[in-house]
């Protein structure tokens, strides 16, 4: 039935509009994009004030009570530079910003909602504006996350969600379309180097009995129409949709579903994973459970060995600063892309296919081969190669290591030194 549901969903969204195009800008970007394989997703909005995460409106709450939460909000402590220095230190090569979340709020000083954080706070600031001008200083690029969902408008044409909110309902999705419409053109023409956006809650009506038509392509074309080269994903849990430019995947690499969001098809699109550093996306008091700065390493490798990027996420708290773990995680993700980034940075899927031993990631361009060994107890590996290599190399000693080619099963059988290269050893193959 569900699938159903999308191949319904998406002949709605294509019967008005034809085939997308995309330019050369747009390729190019696109190319760009594939070779950044690092970026970090931050959440943040007034919910953070609750410290509950970034759908507490949703958990019953009146719409109108939550929003008093703007007339407090004074993160003293936000430093756009700072957010940035921390991120680009860390390796990563781009940011996502949550401009809008599902509660409505808006992170910029739009015109179309005086429900933002320059009109309806004390601190006045636009937050989108100054991490465009410290992302542009500082050489990180730029995409911007925007809510489709809205748990406060009148106007939101409501879905599966946001229906204990009080608000006086009075569906109109023509307006409600150009009010996103002139949002997000605000979003590309008054900030300098927003490259992408981020699109969510398409599937608020995934369980409509009638499929609801989005509109998605005509949405797209007008961005485009904006900005050619602007790159354009949704989180829609389905197959892609007519007029996006790359691809993404919630919870899991491509190629999994542990989360229960990724039934969809792996696209030719560039990809793109996102993931938590701890459990919440927004803000949460209660949850400490960070992952290990290994085990974020080690799922960075994977992704760029499922030829995607990892895009990871950072709940900042309400006073405007980075929690501290996720300052120590980003500068230990650092300190490994110093020594090991060449290993991910532009690479391609990997040919060796995910064993018990790790992972593989190629850099087309030189013809290497990186096997990443995220087993350390692991002594030896077995790796289908169609020809015997010139070179087999410890990637940080560069001393050759001992290697066995078999002519007949096609098979490179490579003895591993005792090591403690947690969380990967790297093998060189050439």
């Known amino acids: 039935m569900k699938k159903l549901f999308v191949a319904l969903c998406c002949l709605l969204s294509l019967s008005s509009y034809?085939?997308?195009t995309p330019t050369e800008e747009n390729l190019e970007a696109r190319r760009q994009f594939e070779g950044f394989r690092f970026g970090i997703f931050l959440h943040w909005g007034i919910y953070s004030e609750f410290a509950q995460g970034e759908w507490y409106l949703n958990s019953g709450l009146d719409g109108q009570e939550y929003a008093k939460a703007a007339s407090c909000f004074y993160p003293i402590r936000f430093n756009a530079q700072e957010w940035v220095k921390a991120i680009r230190e860390s390796g990563a090569k781009?940011?996502?910003f949550t401009s809008r979340h599902h509660d409505g709020f808006s992170m910029w000083n739009t015109k179309e909602s005086k429900y933002n954080?320059?009109?309806a706070t004390p601190f006045g600031r636009d937050v989108v504006g100054e991490l465009a001008q410290a992302c542009r200083e500082?050489?990180?690029?730029?995409?911007?996350?925007?809510?489709?969902?809205?748990?406060?408008?009148?106007?939101?044409p409501v879905g599966r969600t946001g229906l204990k909110t009080g608000r006086n309902l009075q569906p109109d999705y023509d307006h409600y379309l150009q009010f996103m419409k002139n949002q997000c053109r605000e979003l590309l023409c008054n900030y300098d180097g927003v490259e992408g956006l981020w699109f969510d809650g398409y599937w608020d009506h995934d369980e409509d009995s009638i499929p609801f038509d989005w509109?998605?392509?005509e949405f797209y074309a007008y961005l485009h129409a904006l900005k050619p080269e602007l790159l354009i994903g949704n989180n829609h849990h389905i197959n892609v949709i007519e007029g996006e430019d790359f691809q993404m995947?919630?919870?899991?690499?491509?190629?999994?579903n542990t989360a229960g969001y990724s039934e969809q098809d792996i696209s030719t699109l560039p990809l793109e994973m996102c993931q938590t550093m701890n459990g919440m996306w927004g803000y949460k008091v209660a949850d400490q459970n960070y992952k290990t700065t290994d085990e974020l390493i080690q799922l960075l490798v994977r992704c760029a060995s499922k030829g995607s990027?990892?895009?990871?996420?950072?709940?900042?708290?309400?006073?405007g600063e980075l929690p501290r773990t996720a300052l120590n995680r980003l500068r230990g993700i650092g300190q490994w892309m110093q020594a090991y980034g060449e290993t991910i940075y532009g690479t391609r899927r990997g040919p060796v296919e995910e064993s018990q031993w790790g992972v593989?990631?190629?850099?087309?361009?030189t013809s290497t081969l990186f096997l990443h060994v995220l087993q350390p107890t692991a002594c030896h590996i077995d790796v289908p190669m169609p020809k015997k290599p010139a070179r087999v190399l410890d990637f940080i000693t560069r001393e050759p290591l001992t290697y066995y080619y078999n002519k007949k099963a096609r098979t490179l059988t490579i003895e591993l030194p005792e090591h403690d290269a947690l969380p990967d050893y790297v093998v060189e193959v050439r």
């Open 18 to 20: 034809g085939q997308y």
């Open 94 to 96: 781009y940011i996502t």
């Open 117 to 119: 954080i320059v009109e």
């Open 138 to 156: 500082q050489g990180i690029r730029l995409h911007l996350y925007y809510s489709i969902l809205d748990w406060y408008r009148q106007d939101y």
């Open 215 to 217: 509109r998605m392509p």
């Open 249 to 256: 995947f919630e919870r899991d690499v491509p190629g999994e």
């Open 309 to 319: 990027n990892l895009l990871l996420n950072i709940g900042p708290q309400p006073n």
């Open 360 to 365: 593989s990631t190629l850099k087309a361009q």
